[in-house]
Structures are given as C-alpha cells and as structure tokens.
C-alpha cells in the first residue's frame, strides 16, 4: 500500500515503513536507545540487527495489508531522512473501532511541533480513511513531553492502567489518553 501523508509547515511526511526502510530504521532505533531506555521495554541485543528489523517490518507490512496496523516512517521531507515512528496498532474495527497509538522521534529533532505534526497525520488517518471512533495511547505519567503532544492533538486522560507496561525492565503504571472522532469534529474535515 502505497500512502505518504504530508505536514509541510513542519517539513515532515509520514508513510508506511518498508523492508527498503529497515537499515536506516535499525539506525534510528539504535541511536535512540540510549536517549530512550528509560521509557523503552529493554531488548535483547538480537533486536538491534538488520535481520530482526527487516522481519519486525515484514509484520507490520503484513498487518497493514491485514488491516490490524500501520506503522508509519516519520521522514524529513526536505532530505527523506527517517527521524521517527508513529503507529497505529491493534486496529479492532466493527463495533469497537479503535486503535492504540504509539510513537517516538529522534531526540535531535525533538521541539518544533514535528511529533505533534506527526500525531495529528496519523490521528486523521484513522478517522477519516480508518473509520476509528478511538485512538488511544498509553503514556509513563512522568513522561511531560509526550502528554503535551497528545494533549495538543485533542487526546484526553481517563486514567492509570497499573502496572500496563514492562519498562526498563520493570512494570510500570501508564496514564491512558484517547481521543474520539466526535472530538476532533471539524478538524477532520480540513
């Protein structure tokens, strides 16, 4: 599925990750481990090759084709440099219509409004070729900046899953956020 989404006041595309992508992905996420372990499952040293990226983005093309999930390249437009991932995973349609969101940039490109940009692509996506009545996200509720990137696309907290995640190796309590079709009315109409 061929599909580029664009956010040119903020100088970012997204579109849907490809094998062709899975150097410069494993290059992403092995310069954001560090920056990010804090917020981050830990993985298995076998999770930072090209073998395992490329098969991780053989699923999510199979899932994208299945209808389950989208994970989107956040790119650069000016030099098509991958600076970031937003996705929308475990897409339940009929009567649930919903998806969870999950997503992270380059610490380097971080500010600027590009990750809210991103959010809100991928958000619209959902809604308005999706058909999603929800999006939702799961958020560390020390973690400020991605609360003020959902916040700014309309998301809204419900409250503390306990212990939802294992992150950095422990399981942590996550504040849920989710925004509805109805909420964002006629901002998906632009």
Do not use: C, W
């Not at 992508?21 to 076998?46: G, H, K, S």
């Not at 969101?101 to 940009?117: E, L, N, S, V, W």
């Not at 907290?157 to 964002?184: C, F, M, S, T, W």
């Amino acid at each position: 599925m061929a599909l580029t989404l664009y956010d040119t006041a903020h100088g970012i595309s997204l579109r849907l990750l490809d094998i062709k992508d899975a150097q410069a992905y494993l290059e992403l996420i092995e310069l954001t481990r560090i920056p990010y372990q804090a917020v981050e499952p830990i993985r298995e040293n076998d999770f930072y090759t090209l073998e395992a990226q490329t098969r991780r983005i053989e699923d999510r093309v199979r899932a994208a084709d299945e209808g389950t999930g989208y994970q989107f390249g956040i790119f650069t437009i000016k030099d098509d440099l991958l600076i970031g991932q937003v996705s929308l995973n475990n897409v339940v349609l009929g009567v649930a219509n919903y998806a969870d969101m999950g997503y992270f940039i380059h610490p380097d490109y971080q500010g600027g409004g590009r990750m809210t940009a991103a959010v809100k692509l991928a958000v619209a996506y959902g809604f308005r070729a999706l058909k999603l009545n929800r999006v939702q996200a799961a958020v560390l509720p020390s973690n400020q900046g991605s609360k003020r990137v959902l916040e700014k696309n309309g998301f809204q907290p419900e409250g503390i899953a306990r212990k939802y995640l294992k992150i950095n190796g422990v399981y942590q309590d996550h504040q849920i956020y989710a925004v509805l079709a109805e909420d964002l009315g006629d901002e998906l109409q632009r």
